[in-house]
């Protein structure tokens, strides 16, 4: 998760973008983060690591453009290590504009992942409709969810919508061995959150995803 420095203390994304939406300046914002993002793929050579993109970028010519030029200017071998995430409730809204450049980001080697699934009640329509590799769960829809039969219902019918394509389902916010065992009944193919390693500075070191991924 991106924060903001301000003279006396970090803000997380989630206070500061809503200003960034809402002044209009999520294009250039995304511009400085990508840029960010490459920068640090050099000092971590063996890391995939994912960025949040706005879907209201994203679906700008004229990033798409910048974003296409940025992305050929990369090593293969580095753009293969760069997961985009997007939000989902936003990815339902714009399907179609975003198809083509999803597919051009895909065929560059970039993978593409949708995250805050559960989040909301929306169509599943997308999954077939889009390339995408990770389906990441909201927190909430995995916090104690052993305990939680709707949750656990809900889960098992994303991976199911998921049956046939090449998306794997994947889970964040786990803290408990009983949220992961439940998981993993339910199909999810991999995780993220303390229960498998404590979040760190980026100074120092990298999230860690369970299995292939990491950020």
């Known amino acids: ?37 490459i ?11 994912a960025m949040q993109l706005t879907v209201e970028s994203l679906i700008r010519p004229r990033f798409q453009r ?43 080697g970039v993978r593409v992942a949708v995250t805050q699934a559960g989040l909301t009640l929306v169509s599943t329509s997308w999954i077939k409709a889009l390339n995408v590799e990770l389906l990441k769960l ?30 794997q389902v994947y889970a964040t916010g786990v803290r408990s061995r009983g949220e992961w065992q439940t998981l993993t009944k339910r199909g999810v193919a991999g995780g993220q959150g303390d229960f498998f390693a404590s979040s760190q500075l980026l100074d120092t070191n990298v999230k860690k995803y369970s299995q292939r991924y990491s950020v």
Not at 7 to 21: N, R, T
Not at 87 to 107: F, G, K, M, Y
Not at 140 to 164: D, F, H, P, Y
């Open 66 to 108: 910048w974003l296409r030029d940025t992305l050929m200017q990369c090593e293969k071998s580095q753009r293969n290590r760069i997961i985009i995430e997007l939000a989902e409730a936003d990815v339902c809204q714009h399907i179609s504009r975003l198809q083509p450049i999803l597919r051009l980001v895909n065929a560059l």
């Open 138 to 167: 909201h927190p909430s829809l995995v916090r104690n969810i052993e305990k939680r039969t709707e949750n656990q219902l809900l889960v098992q019918s994303l991976v199911e919508a998921c049956a046939g394509t090449p998306t």
């Open 1 to 37: 998760m991106c924060r903001i420095y301000d003279g006396k203390e970090e803000v997380s994304s989630a206070e500061y973008m809503p200003m960034v939406l809402q002044f209009g300046l999520s294009e250039e914002y995304d511009r400085v983060q990508i840029s960010r993002l």
């Open 39 to 49: 920068t640090l793929l050099g000092y971590w050579p063996d890391e995939n690591l």
